[in-house]
């Protein structure tokens, strides 16, 4: 029987059972019942003081907790400052001020906090002139009903890698590193391609393939040739029916 494991109550009763109605010695009793001699010796000692076989524990067993609810808001603290760094250097971080605790018993408090890893979110970055034209854009569209959203189209260009594989993680058996499935195969010069296209809630619309970098004479052949047509497809009733929103501006399309 290991060391520190709880015996059950039919465990218990059977080497009550052996130590009342047999003549066995407590070796051979904790031979037979599958259990140490001390554990046998712990069981006569409370027959024969008339102790109840049953602990007297009340609550969680166990070592006592190491740290403080001081140390824990601690803790939390430097995690919610320094939230990118990881559970290793956070836990240096914990022990340079002061509270020696391991980098296990930093996980454990941070996720009894809900802090838990995952991987960030991705936003593009905003200066403070982008945030409040966002803003002002938002609050001046803010009482726009569904029916007036349905006759919004967006468009943009967006760039896109060939042959690149971004997983960050791989579910793998001991001995799959180099499985074919378990790795991410890297071009050392990917070839990159930009595309436009216009959405609404109308559905996707017509798909342009960037020549090199989006110029004045290439974004109006888009316009010309993708959007407008594009329009006139989901909006035949004509002028002042829709509005298209670009990465550049605002226009209305009298199509």
């Known amino acids: 029987m290991g060391r520190g494991v709880d015996l059950s109550p039919r465990k218990k009763s059977e080497v009550k059972t052996?130590?009342?109605?047999?003549?066995?010695?407590?070796?051979?009793?904790?031979?037979?019942?599958?259990?140490?001699?001390?554990?046998?010796?712990?069981?006569?000692?409370?027959?024969?003081?008339?102790?109840?076989?049953?602990?007297?524990?009340?609550?969680?067993?166990?070592?006592?907790?190491?740290?403080?609810?001081?140390?824990d808001r601690k803790i939390r603290d430097i995690c919610l400052q320094n939230r990118k760094k990881s559970a290793g250097l956070l836990t240096q971080m914990v022990q340079e001020s002061g509270i020696q605790v391991s980098k296990r018993t930093v996980q454990r408090r941070l996720a009894e906090e809900g802090l838990t890893g995952h991987r960030p979110a991705k936003k593009p970055r905003l200066t403070e002139a982008m945030k409040k034209k966002r803003l002002a854009w938002a609050r001046e569209h803010r009482l726009m009903s569904v029916e007036d959203w349905s006759k919004v189209c967006f468009s943009d260009e967006s760039t896109f890698e060939i042959l690149a594989d971004k997983s960050n993680f791989v579910r793998r058996r001991p001995g799959e590193k180099f499985?074919?499935?378990?790795?991410?195969?890297?071009?050392?010069?990917?070839?990159?391609?930009?595309?436009?296209?216009?959405?609404?809630?109308?559905?996707?619309g017509r798909l342009y393939i960037v020549q090199g970098t989006m110029r004045q004479d290439q974004y109006k052949q888009v316009l010309d040739t993708r959007l407008l047509p594009q329009l006139r497809e989901w909006f035949p009733e004509g002028r002042n029916s829709c509005l298209c929103m670009t990465q550049h501006h605002a226009i209305k399309q009298g199509v």
């Open 179 to 204: 499985h074919p499935d378990c790795i991410v195969e890297r071009v050392k010069h990917p070839v990159k391609i930009m595309v436009w296209s216009v959405i609404s809630a109308k559905g996707v």
């Open 18 to 71: 052996l130590l009342l109605h047999t003549s066995h010695s407590q070796r051979k009793i904790a031979e037979l019942a599958g259990v140490s001699k001390s554990v046998v010796n712990k069981i006569k000692i409370n027959l024969d003081q008339d102790q109840p076989l049953s602990p007297k524990r009340k609550g969680k067993c166990g070592r006592k907790r190491i740290t403080t609810p001081r140390s």
